[in-house]
């Protein structure tokens, strides 16, 4: 139950998730000043204010501890995926000029296989949520097929030296599938943020109960508010897919792009022109 509550949690809008939380707490807050009453407000002169001044230091002291610590996590695993992205980004262009170095039907088939991929990918990663299976399932297949089509042309690479680089930078592409595969999947455990959620509701009943008065009641909105701002800004960055870390696709986008804007045709010309250019012209008369 708790795993299916952590996948609803991801998957729900934040604005919904901000409102939901910042009444919880504005409610437990309300009960907790509620539950002081009036008549028991504390004096000063029996040491009642400067004992509750201790019990809100130490309270918000270890929220922004959890607050910390939950924050370092969801960064950590965002700076991963982002590496990740830059990667493969640059070993699918590598794949993609090393198949210009094969022969025909192969570099072709290398080559749109390599395009196909990469326009997949992006369109994964753009796609809000958890990802679609029929998507993830079609990146599967133009792994099984690019694989495929490696074997096939190392026939014809394999008794010279470029075979071992080629193999590999194909080989660097499908294994930064499965790094990115596995970055993804890699959340902050339900459980921190169930602690953490937890203790937030407690320290807005503590700042309800202490924080009286109009002064106190408007610093402890004020503190709900920023709670609340903070808990959505680490599940934003915990979603993989979200509108913040959709922007560093940038590379594999940009890469899409240089794909797109030559065709298939001109590269295996320019290959040809190459060789023809690197032959001498046999000496005339």
């Known amino acids: 139950m708790l795993q299916q509550a952590g996948d609803w949690f991801r998957t729900a809008p934040l604005i919904l998730l901000g409102g939901g939380l910042l009444l919880v707490l504005a409610l437990t807050?309300?009960?907790?000043?509620?539950?002081?009453?009036?008549?028991?407000?504390?004096?000063?002169?029996?040491?009642?204010?400067?004992?509750?001044?201790y019990l809100v230091s130490a309270?918000?002291?270890?929220?922004?501890?959890?607050?910390?610590?939950?924050?370092?996590?969801?960064?950590?695993?965002?700076?991963t995926r982002r590496k990740l992205v830059l990667e493969e980004a640059n070993a699918i262009g590598t794949a993609y000029l090393r198949a210009q170095l094969l022969e025909e039907p192969h570099r072709t088939r290398i080559g749109n296989l390599l395009v196909a991929y990469t326009a997949n990918r992006v369109a994964v990663a753009k796609t809000p949520g958890i990802q679609p299976?029929?998507?993830?399932?079609?990146n599967d297949r133009y792994l099984a097929d690019l694989w495929a089509a490696t074997s096939a042309a190392f026939d014809t690479i394999k008794?010279?030296?470029?075979?071992?680089?080629?193999?590999?930078?194909i080989n660097t592409v499908i294994d930064l599938n499965t790094a990115r595969k596995t970055a993804v999947g890699a959340h902050i455990p339900p459980q921190v943020f169930l602690v953490l959620f937890v203790y937030v509701v407690v320290t807005a009943g503590v700042l309800g109960y202490v924080l009286t008065g109009q002064?106190?009641?408007i610093s402890a909105a004020f503190l709900?508010?920023?709670?609340?701002?903070?808990?959505?800004?680490?599940?934003?960055?915990?979603?993989?897919?979200?509108?913040?870390?959709?922007?560093?696709?940038?590379?594999?986008?940009?890469?899409?792009?240089?794909?797109?804007?030559?065709t298939h045709s001109a590269l295996p010309a320019l290959h040809r022109g190459a060789k023809a250019a690197a032959i001498p012209a046999p000496p005339s008369g």
């Open 59 to 79: 309270v918000l002291g270890l929220l922004a501890l959890l607050l910390g610590f939950t924050f370092s996590l969801a960064v950590d695993r965002y700076e």
């Open 159 to 169: 008794g010279i030296d470029f075979s071992s680089s080629f193999i590999d930078s």
């Open 29 to 53: 807050a309300w009960a907790g000043y509620a539950l002081r009453g009036p008549a028991k407000h504390e004096t000063a002169a029996d040491g009642g204010d400067s004992y509750e001044g």
């Open 224 to 262: 709900l508010l920023l709670l609340t701002l903070s808990m959505i800004l680490i599940v934003d960055i915990d979603r993989p897919n979200t509108s913040g870390a959709r922007g560093f696709q940038t590379p594999m986008e940009d890469l899409l792009t240089s794909f797109q804007s030559r």
């Open 133 to 138: 299976p029929d998507l993830v399932a079609k």
């Open 215 to 217: 002064k106190g009641r």
